[in-house]
């Protein structure tokens, strides 16, 4: 009995150590959860036209995204980079990625947006690009934007 207890105990310590040591990009979206909403850029090239006009789309609304709470990711098929709208260097350098799977994306797709909450659900994903105006509105028709708005009355 103690041999089958302790194959147990062997077996569920591997599979701990196995997911702990599983991509720590998640954890770097894990971080944001109640603090920040992530918007998630993937292209399977930085040179597209595509992303191109979808990065262009947020250039001069940085006040709005950080009021918003955006933290928005730039994902590729090897690197990303993050850029926090709050902070004055805001945007990072590119780094390697071991698993693009933790980034939700529909694998056949070479663009796609993602919009997750501050309580860490997916609210928006579509391979078109993204508006402005249509971030704004998804956003401000949120519940948990409704009381931010309150709250700074």
């Keep these: 009995m103690s041999l089958i207890k302790n194959m147990i105990v062997q077996v569920l310590f591997c599979v701990v150590v196995s997911l702990l040591s599983v991509n720590m990009n998640a954890q770097d979206l894990k971080k944001h959860q109640w603090k920040n909403r992530v918007l998630i850029i993937q292209t399977t090239s930085v040179t597209s036209d595509k992303y191109d006009r979808q990065m262009r789309e947020f250039d001069g609304y940085e006040s709005g995204l950080a009021e918003r709470k955006i933290v928005l990711y730039e994902v590729t098929e090897k690197q990303f980079r993050q850029t926090d709208f ?68």
Aim: glycine share 4%.
């Design 86 to 153: 709050k902070s004055t260097s805001n945007r990072s350098d590119w780094n390697n990625i071991d698993q693009i799977d933790y980034f939700p994306k529909n694998k056949k797709q070479t663009f796609q947006v993602t919009l997750i909450g501050l309580d860490g659900g997916i609210k928006l994903q579509q391979t078109d690009i993204l508006t402005q105006k249509e971030l704004y509105n998804i956003i401000d028709s949120m519940p948990m934007r409704a009381a931010e708005l309150s709250n700074n009355k």
